[in-house]
């Protein structure tokens, strides 16, 4: 696919609010965009001189030698190569942000906990000082595991810019939308879609109404790819046809910037003379893509019983062992509920993954009072967890009709490691202290002379 698009050098070079947004669709596709005539090479990929006097440099996701299905590279035709975006690298602070193994910073016991909303603060924040991190699992320099962060801007990046060499990231917008500028084009999202951008890829992120808050998953393992159907088949869940990748868009800026880097846990810093964002065109593989989960299609029960929340299933971070993934992106969206004599809601259960949660926007049935939007819950590794005491009530008292949840859209970022509090949200003052109450309202209905439900 060859897609022409108007240069980001408007106004001084600079990104205009007019710059019109365009994307190619697919998953997994291997595109090819150009924001200028012919200024992809032909037949080839390294041309001895390219067109417009640009350089050619290969973005690699993989290894040279991975098979050709897991195989992800991209091919940049640039202004200037990315050894010239950068000088002397310096050590700078981290921020608010933490990497695994993170073991030291709670003294909080084990337990299931829920937080209310962090609000977005009147502070100039960016993204990269945005983000706070909530949990790690796992191990960055063993490339297994992920943190979940949440991230609460009030400011653009402006001349800076970022790229994450520990992960991908996956941005899950919660409130405002939110402009990505990268390497290979632009991506704006609102709350109810995400934006991945795969671990290496530089990019700047404005708000476009004003502050705004997002939850962000950072992947150390494998890249997230769509999850095998199974039984269901060709269609349903997440549809690839649905995934978005940006045009070629560029910004030709000579102006002084730095290029914030983290690496192995640590954040470093360098001095720029123009903006990195000067991709001409591209082809491959590799790239930051876009979906919207409100088109995603739920499968689930039409007679009886609940299914398994795996079911819901958007995007998944494979591990080396089969069937368990390193990250489960899950989402409960509107759907209908329809199966007749059963307990409607999630179960009660234990669980040999550690789930993170939060709620985009609505209610979440299994926790209709308490958990509010832009709030997020941890119930890690065996620890029980499940409806609270009135949902239990109403849905073992509920007519069995069909009924249509509506407005709602929570998620997991579910792993098979435990996840690891950080001092940052082991002692937020916004911790629910009361959340452990909201299962002491469950009675005890045993009644050894009588078969039949006692209530």
């Not at 997002?214 to 046809?241: K, M, Q, W």
């Not at 491959?284 to 819901?312: E, M």
């Not at 926790?367 to 509010?372: A, D, R, T």
């Not at 005491?389 to 970022?413: V, Y």
Request: with cysteine.
């Amino acid at each position: 696919m060859n897609i022409q698009n108007t240069p980001i050098r408007a106004g001084g070079g600079k990104l205009t609010v007019e710059q019109q947004l365009a994307y190619m669709t697919g998953f997994g596709n291997s595109f090819e965009t150009e924001a200028l005539p012919d200024a992809l090479p032909v037949g080839r990929n390294s041309p001895q001189k390219c067109n417009y006097g640009l350089y050619a440099e290969q973005l690699s996701g993989s290894p040279f030698t991975a098979p050709r299905s897991t195989n992800e590279r991209s091919w940049l035709y640039r202004i200037l190569p990315g050894v010239k975006h950068q000088g002397r690298y310096r050590k700078t602070d981290c921020g608010m942000i933490r990497t695994a193994p993170n073991r030291e910073e709670s003294s909080l016991p084990i337990g299931q906990l829920r937080w209310k909303p962090i609000p977005i603060p009147a502070a100039s924040l960016n993204f990269r000082t945005g983000l706070h991190t909530i949990v790690t699992a796992g191990d960055a320099e063993g490339q297994t595991g992920m943190a979940a962060h949440i991230a609460l801007i009030t400011a653009s990046m402006a001349d800076e810019y970022f790229f994450n060499a520990d992960g991908e990231l996956m941005i899950v917008a919660q409130e405002g939308r939110l402009r990505f500028r990268t390497e290979f084009g632009v991506i704006e999202i609102e709350p109810g879609e995400i934006c991945i951008i795969p671990r290496g890829i530089i990019f700047a992120c404005d708000p476009v109404d004003g502050p705004a808050r997002a939850y962000v998953c950072e992947n150390y393992g494998g890249a997230l790819t769509l999850p095998e159907r199974g039984p269901i088949g060709a269609n349903c869940l997440a549809n690839a046809r649905d995934f978005k990748a940006p045009v070629a868009a560029y910004e030709d800026r000579q102006v002084k910037g730095q290029l914030y880097v983290k690496w192995c846990g640590e954040m470093f810093v360098t001095d720029l003379d123009a903006s990195p964002l000067d991709v001409i065109a591209w082809h491959g593989n590799y790239y930051p893509y876009k979906y919207d989960l409100r088109h995603f299609s739920p499968v689930g029960a039409i007679q009886f019983d609940h299914p398994d929340p795996s079911i819901f299933t958007v995007l998944t971070s494979p591990s080396g062992e089969v069937g368990t993934a390193n990250i489960d992106f899950v989402i409960f969206p509107e759907r209908w509920m329809v199966a007749e004599n059963t307990f409607r809601p999630p179960w009660y259960h234990r669980n040999i993954m550690s789930e993170f949660m939060g709620l985009i926007y609505g209610i979440y049935d299994a926790k209709p009072k308490g958990f509010v939007p832009g709030g997020m819950s941890l119930h890690n590794m065996m620890l029980p967890h499940g409806p609270d005491a009135p949902a239990f009530e109403n849905a073992s008292n509920e007519p069995m009709q069909p009924h249509k949840l509506t407005g709602t859209m929570a998620f997991m970022f579910e792993t098979r490691l435990p996840q690891r509090l950080t001092a940052f949200a082991s002692t937020l003052s916004l911790i629910d202290q009361e959340y452990l109450d909201c299962w002491g309202g469950l009675k005890r209905r045993f009644d050894p002379a009588s078969k039949k439900p006692n209530w």
